[in-house]
């Protein structure tokens, strides 16, 4: 690293730290000592370097140069250590110990403090960019490679396909442009709550990428790679739009679509509806149906088994979604008349392979188009509509929980049963009460 003088004339380069002691503030005048930054990688440091004990003797030729007081004939090519100027006396090695290093100077970097020793400006600079590079170069491990590492080899092989494919979205869609760059001993709960500030769309959305992260991060925890997670500190606040609730269809809605089943072209189409509009079933466990699993003569249909789209259009066949959807429900006499029959261990639907979402999009798009149905045909609504008129009907939320498969009638309350009555209603009910 050198400095040369605005000179037009002359021109003297110099080593950064060899300078005389001699004039401090001479040298303090230069440009080079008037700033306390180096810039690095775009880095900016503060190198605190006593020039009292910086300063050695001149290594290079100089010649005239006003700065340093220096008057030698350019023709010489003199020393400075052979220099007669006052301001240019050599400095004595018994004051700046020479003997193995020239430079011994401490700076600190992310709040530690660090010796570099080196022989030249340029040296002291390279291992500072050295102790700036990547994370792994000082004995860190970049976010990006550990999390990937703990998908591989603790989430992908243990969790449903579905599941990793939703914990496969949040590390690609919203931690890795989070964290990119960052090893995981960096990350701060700043670096935290920035990634949900920057993240739009619903609550539900963010609590996604936060269950993700947060067991990453407990993985590095336990690796004793940071002492604490960031993510469980009080200061983090997690906000967004409430998720829309699916709305039921009305009581109107259903009763039309019932009574025109028969107007459907396809009759599997027509079985379809007539399963998933009258039953409180989940559209996998649709799917799933085989002929051995509708009881006529009982008049039950026995869940045994369910199909997800991981991958959207590849179905995948497993169990129920919990022990408690392993269960039987009663089948509508409604139904009945619309239901077919078919081969052992085939699908209801789909034959040798259960139908994809694709093939279920389009069949719901016919169903409208036949029925002449004003809205659109969604599944998860004839789930959340039967599970609503069951519990006004009966007011027994237990049969409910039975009948929806749930682990808890908490569950079936707070996400699917939407209630008929309206504000008008429930007073009401109240006056009859104590009208007396």
């Given at each position: 690293?050198?400095?040369?003088?605005?000179?037009?004339?002359?021109?003297?380069?110099?080593?950064?730290?060899?300078?005389?002691?001699?004039?401090?503030?001479?040298?303090?005048?230069?440009?080079?000592?008037?700033?306390?930054?180096?810039?690095?990688?775009?880095?900016?440091?503060?190198?605190?370097?006593?020039?009292?004990?910086?300063?050695?003797?001149?290594?290079?030729?100089?010649?005239?140069?006003?700065?340093?007081?220096?008057?030698?004939?350019?023709?010489?090519?003199?020393?400075?250590?052979?220099?007669?100027?006052?301001?240019?006396?050599?400095?004595?090695?018994?004051?700046?110990?020479?003997?193995?290093?020239?430079?011994?100077?401490?700076?600190?970097?992310?709040?530690?403090?660090?010796?570099?020793?080196?022989?030249?400006?340029?040296?002291?600079?390279?291992?500072?960019?050295?102790?700036?590079?990547?994370?792994?170069?000082?004995?860190k491990h970049l976010f990006v490679e550990y999390a990937w590492n703990w998908y591989n080899t603790y989430s992908a092989p243990n969790v449903e396909t579905a599941t990793a494919t939703t914990y496969k979205r949040q590390i690609r869609l919203y931690l890795?442009?989070?964290?990119?760059?960052?090893?995981?001993?960096?990350?701060?709960?700043?670096?935290?709550?920035?990634?949900?500030?920057?993240?739009?769309?619903?609550?539900?959305?963010?609590?996604?990428?936060?269950?993700?992260?947060?067991?990453?991060?407990?993985?590095?925890?336990?690796?004793?790679?940071?002492?604490?997670?960031?993510?469980?500190?009080?200061?983090?606040?997690?906000?967004?739009?409430?998720?829309?609730?699916?709305?039921?269809?009305?009581?109107?809605?259903?009763?039309?679509?019932?009574?025109?089943?028969?107007?459907?072209?396809?009759?599997?189409?027509?079985?379809?509806?007539?399963?998933?509009?009258?039953?409180?079933?989940?559209?996998?466990?649709?799917?799933?149906?085989?002929?051995?699993?509708?009881?006529?003569?009982?008049?039950?249909?026995?869940?045994?088994?369910?199909?997800?789209?991981p991958t959207r259009n590849r179905p995948e066949i497993k169990d129920t979604k919990t022990t408690s959807s392993h269960r039987t429900i009663g089948l509508s006499a409604l139904a009945l008349p619309y239901l077919q029959t078919g081969a052992a261990g085939?699908?209801?639907?789909?034959?040798?392979?259960?139908?994809?979402?694709?093939?279920?999009?389009?069949?719901?798009?016919?169903?409208?188009?036949?029925?002449?149905?004003?809205?659109?045909?969604?599944?998860?609504?004839?789930?959340?509509?039967?599970?609503?008129?069951?519990?006004?009907?009966?007011?027994?939320?237990?049969?409910?929980?039975?009948?929806?498969?749930?682990?808890?009638?908490?569950?079936?309350?707070?996400?699917?049963?939407?209630?008929?009555?309206?504000?008008?209603?429930?007073?009401?009910?109240?006056?009859?009460?104590?009208?007396?």
């Amino acid at each position: 690293m050198t400095y040369k003088t605005d000179s037009a004339q002359s021109c003297c380069a110099v080593n950064l730290l060899d300078l005389m002691r001699d004039d401090v503030a001479d040298l303090q005048r230069l440009p080079l000592f008037q700033d306390s930054h180096i810039s690095i990688n775009a880095l900016s440091l503060t190198v605190k370097v006593p020039l009292d004990k910086a300063l050695e003797t001149l290594s290079r030729r100089c010649y005239t140069d006003s700065n340093l007081g220096a008057s030698v004939s350019p023709a010489q090519g003199q020393h400075l250590d052979n220099c007669i100027a006052p301001t240019c006396m050599p400095s004595s090695e018994g004051d700046f110990e020479m003997a193995k290093y020239k430079i011994n100077q401490s700076i600190t970097i992310n709040g530690v403090k660090r010796w570099i020793t080196a022989n030249s400006m340029q040296e002291f600079a390279d291992k500072v960019t050295r102790l700036l590079g990547t994370p792994q170069d000082r004995g860190k491990h970049l976010f990006v490679e550990y999390a990937w590492n703990w998908y591989n080899t603790y989430s992908a092989p243990n969790v449903e396909t579905a599941t990793a494919t939703t914990y496969k979205r949040q590390i690609r869609l919203y931690l890795i442009p989070a964290f990119d760059g960052l090893a995981v001993e960096d990350i701060t709960v700043d670096d935290v709550q920035r990634l949900f500030n920057s993240m739009a769309g619903a609550k539900t959305t963010k609590d996604k990428a936060r269950m993700v992260l947060n067991q990453i991060l407990d993985a590095a925890v336990e690796d004793k790679l940071i002492t604490s997670n960031p993510l469980k500190s009080r200061r983090v606040k997690i906000t967004g739009k409430a998720s829309k609730p699916t709305a039921p269809y009305t009581v109107e809605q259903m009763r039309y679509l019932v009574q025109h089943i028969q107007d459907i072209h396809n009759p599997r189409d027509r079985a379809f509806l007539a399963l998933q509009a009258l039953h409180p079933l989940r559209l996998e466990e649709v799917l799933g149906l085989q002929p051995g699993d509708i009881d006529t003569d009982r008049m039950a249909i026995h869940i045994r088994r369910a199909v997800t789209h991981p991958t959207r259009n590849r179905p995948e066949i497993k169990d129920t979604k919990t022990t408690s959807s392993h269960r039987t429900i009663g089948l509508s006499a409604l139904a009945l008349p619309y239901l077919q029959t078919g081969a052992a261990g085939k699908f209801l639907f789909g034959g040798d392979k259960p139908l994809s979402y694709t093939q279920v999009r389009k069949m719901c798009q016919r169903i409208q188009r036949d029925t002449g149905f004003t809205e659109s045909i969604t599944p998860i609504r004839f789930r959340t509509t039967v599970l609503t008129d069951l519990y006004n009907q009966t007011k027994d939320i237990k049969l409910a929980q039975s009948a929806a498969g749930h682990t808890t009638s908490a569950m079936t309350l707070k996400y699917y049963v939407k209630g008929r009555e309206t504000s008008s209603e429930a007073a009401a009910a109240v006056d009859r009460l104590y009208a007396g």
